[in-house]
């Protein structure tokens, strides 16, 4: 019987620099469904400032990136960005508890193309994404996860 890929690594790598729980300069993202939609949430800290008080630009595009990369996994394939689109509208202030989303806008062929969003507190939208998403091969995913077996029984399982 074949599992559902998951949404977060809770494996014995977890040095991701957006989603792993180990990697003690990271974002150290989680993510749950919600409806049709992906989500996950973030509170600034000092380490990942730009401007003083002000979360960096490249910091909210990796937010988008990975809360939108995570939409294929609902489909059990793990792709990777091939073209992601941000729009800043709204400067994030550290400490300020911001949410991200996902969803897919269409899927053909497992590539995938998907919307993205971070909402402040207020509901209003910090920053949005539109983003293509194309398969990884088998192959290339059994050589990502050399050395690390629990993270391949994960990943390998979908």
């Known amino acids: 019987m074949d599992r559902s890929l998951p949404l977060n690594d809770d494996t014995d ?6 989603c792993g ?3 003690s300069s990271g974002l150290r993202l989680r ?3 919600d409806q049709d939609r992906i989500v996950t949430e973030y509170v600034p800290t000092p380490n990942h400032q730009g401007f003083p008080g002000y979360l960096h630009g490249g910091v ?3 937010l988008l990136d ?5 939409v294929s996994l609902l ?3 793990w792709t990777m960005t091939a073209r992601m689109d941000v729009r800043y509208r709204k400067p994030i202030l550290m400490h300020q508890h911001v949410k991200a989303y996902a969803k897919l806008r269409n899927e053909h062929r497992g590539v995938f193309e998907v919307t ?3 909402e402040l507190p207020d ?5 949005e994404a539109k983003g293509t998403f194309v398969p990884v091969k088998a192959e290339a995913l059994a050589r990502m996860n050399r050395g690390y077996p629990i993270l391949a029984s994960e990943w390998m399982s979908g």
């Open 66 to 70: 990975e809360v939108m990369s995570r």
């Open 13 to 18: 790598y977890g040095l991701c620099f957006a």
């Open 21 to 23: 729980p180990r990697n």
């Open 31 to 33: 993510f749950k469904h």
């Open 75 to 77: 489909d059990n394939r």
């Open 60 to 62: 909210i595009s990796t």
């Open 123 to 127: 509901g209003s939208t910090a920053a």
């Open 116 to 118: 993205g969003w971070v």
